[in-house]
Structure formats: C-alpha cells, structure tokens
C-alpha cells in the first residue's frame, strides 16, 4: 500500500468519522493489533512447543532454526573464503579482447521505407455516447 493510497483512506476516515472520533478509533485499532499480535505469537510459540514435543516422543531432533540473518551470515562467509582463494591480480589477468567479423555487403538487406500516412482529421464527439 502506498503513501497516496493511505492519505486516501485517512482523509476517507476523517470525513466519515469526524475529527473529534478519529483518535479514539485509532486508539481502539491500535490496541486491537497489539492484542492480535500476542494472541497470534502465543499460538505460534505452543504450537512449536507441541511440534517439539511430538518430534522428541518420536525421537527426532527439533532442527535448528534457519533465520534469514544466518542464511546471509552463510553467504558472506561463502564469498569471503571464495575471494580469499582467488589470489591472482587483476593487472596479471589476461583478458582477450573481442573479436570483429566483416560483413560481407551482398549479404545484408536493406529494406525500403514506405513513407508514414498523414494522420486522418479526428471528428469532434457529438453525443455522449460517442465520448466512450
């Protein structure tokens, strides 16, 4: 959601509701998300506890948790070892330059231009209908 699109709504809501309304219904939204949030990470947090708890009857261990930081961490270290290897310099580097064909002239087409129509004269919309 863009910024217009949420003054469109903040300013809907401010001449639906009135500016006197318009705090105490924030208030009442704000608390109503918080309340969601903590209801929606209590139910995360027993049901991992549950799925850990399954998977140790089972005998299976709970696997480690793969957060984005750590995948990045792991990207990092991966590139830092692969530029620690790499130990020739770029002024010992060879680089070929690229090659140029000729192209032989028989071969190339050439294609005529048909001069572009003038533009037909537009006719003014005598009805509304014709505006669409």
Do not use: Y
């Not at 830092?80 to 000729?102: G, I, L, N, Q, Y």
């Amino acid at each position: 959601m863009g910024s217009s699109e949420l003054l469109v709504i903040l300013g809907a809501a401010l001449i639906f509701f009135g500016p006197r309304r318009l705090p105490q219904l924030s208030r009442q939204i704000g608390k109503s998300l918080a309340e969601f949030r903590r209801a929606s990470e209590d139910f995360k947090r027993t049901w991992e506890r549950e799925v850990n708890l399954e998977n140790m009857e089972k005998g299976v261990e709970p696997k480690e948790e793969n957060s984005i930081l750590d995948r990045a961490a792991e990207r990092i270290r991966t590139a830092r070892e692969v530029a620690s290897f790499d130990t020739e310099t770029p002024a010992a580097a060879v680089v070929t330059p690229p090659s140029v064909t000729p192209v032989d002239a028989s071969l190339v087409q050439t294609h005529e231009t048909n001069p572009t129509p003038e533009a037909a004269p537009v006719e003014q919309a005598t009805s509304k209908h014709d505006w669409l």
